[in-house]
């Protein structure tokens, strides 16, 4: 009771607060004839005069009629206490999201990196570039990769460990209707993504094609989010699935989808437009928790975990090296694998993830890494040789008309 009360009081002030200021407003706009045509209303006055708009605004009824109430909605729609301001507000706003070097403003409020040198560091990758084929490996840099990564397969293979690598895409290609039209039709379909799979197929490297897939089936829900480079919990659900499948096991399709509103994500909190409070931008399919199966030891940070589970319908024992995409996919490993090791490669030196697989008494290598970071795969402790440079600006050789 006393909470419905509380809840009446706070609805009354608020509908008498803006009836006030719509009473001032509306008394400033009846005597505005006065003092020889001029007025000058207050700063909650209607924006009778208001110039931000090529269009003729719809002027307040002077008689009562059968047709007064569609016409005073008309005009109070074009005219409400402070409108102007708000709209002038929001476009400066958005002119300085277009204008942001680190972020290119979407459609629907999408946000994606962008690629100026100011945005270009190793906490973001080149993902326009990517996009756009910039970062395709020059003839000599693919040469040396395609020898890294056979000496790696080698590796393995002498130890009977099978290799599997896992690359969830750059949402920019998937969601590219989203871009601005400068940019979406900058676009390329073979980038280096394509380039990669392409090396990997040759050495006959399991590749998990994650982005053909999700091509597939992103009208089953969005499987990234608008302000975030990572996968939402349906999108890690179906990459996740993909990988089980690929060693045997199938899982089951999501049930349910609730909504859930994410935090600001890591593309938004790099904007320079960032205010204290997050737009409710975020608001997409989110599966239920899933029941926790199996046992869990978490190091700090999660630099490491181990998980085990006796009844886990793969009986495999896994080393993931892989990035934050499987922070979201704990229990599902959990559930999944009879042992499992998951190693955060950023939080690990080259050396330090040699050690750890050779340590290892896993039958199966994951390697999971996103888009931006594909070069990171590499690792000089095990094959120190053909090391190729990661997140350059530019990594094709250039034209005559570049130079």
């Known amino acids: 009771m006393k909470k419905l009360t509380a809840s009446c009081i706070v609805f009354l002030g608020v509908i008498f607060v ?13 005597y505005a004839g006065n003092n020889n045509g001029e007025s000058k209303p207050p700063f909650f006055a209607f924006d009778s005069q208001d110039d931000t ?13 059968l047709n007064f109430p569609r016409k005073f909605d008309a005009f109070y729609n074009d005219s409400f206490p402070l409108r102007s301001y708000l709209i002038k507000r ?10 942001d070097p680190k972020v290119i403003a979407g459609l629907d409020n999408w946000m994606f990196f962008n690629s100026s040198p ?27 990769f395609i020898k890294h990564m056979a000496c ?53 490297i399991e590749f998990i094609d994650l982005k053909s897939m999700f091509q597939k089936i992103k009208d089953k829900g969005q499987m990234f989010f608008k302000t975030d480079t990572h996968w939402t919990q349906l999108g890690a659900h179906y990459g996740f699935g993909a990988l089980t499948e690929k060693m045997g096991y199938r899982l089951p399709e999501p049930v349910k989808v609730e909504r859930k509103i994410l935090d600001c994500g890591d593309v938004y909190k790099v904007s320079a437009t960032v205010t204290k409070s ?17 046992k869990c030891e978490r190091g700090e940070r999660d630099k490491k975990i181990v998980c085990t589970n006796d009844k886990a319908p793969v009986k495999h024992e896994v080393l993931i090296i892989r990035d934050s995409m499987f922070s979201s996919l704990y229990d599902y490993v959990a559930r999944t694998f009879k042992k499992a090791t998951m190693l955060w490669r950023s939080m690990h030196t080259e050396e330090e993830l040699f050690n750890e697989i050779k340590a290892s008494k896993a039958d199966t290598i994951i390697y999971e890494q996103g888009e931006r970071f594909l070069l990171e795969m590499q690792n000089e402790a095990m094959c120190p040789d053909n090391i190729v440079k990661i997140n350059r600006l530019d990594q094709r050789p250039k034209t005559e008309d570049e130079d």
């Open 278 to 294: 997050c737009f409710d931008i975020n608001d997409v399919p989110e599966l239920p928790a899933t029941a926790f199966k199996g």
């Open 18 to 30: 803006f009836g006030l200021f719509s009473y001032l407003s509306f008394g400033e706009l009846l």
């Open 152 to 204: 790696q397969k080698k590796y393995f293979k002498d130890r009977n460990i099978r290799l599997i690598v896992m690359v969830p895409p750059n949402r920019m290609p998937l969601y590219s209707e989203f871009l601005p039209e400068a940019y979406r039709k900058q676009g390329v379909k073979y980038g280096r993504y394509e380039q990669i799979r392409e090396i990997l197929k040759d050495l006959d």
């Open 118 to 144: 100011e945005s270009v560091y190793a906490k973001t990758g080149n993902i326009l570039g990517d996009f756009t084929g910039k970062t395709l490996l020059n003839a000599e840099d693919k040469d040396a």
């Open 53 to 65: 708009e090529n269009r003729a605004k719809a002027a307040l009824p002077s008689k009562l009629d």
């Open 90 to 99: 929001f476009h400066k706003l958005k002119k300085k999201i277009k204008d």
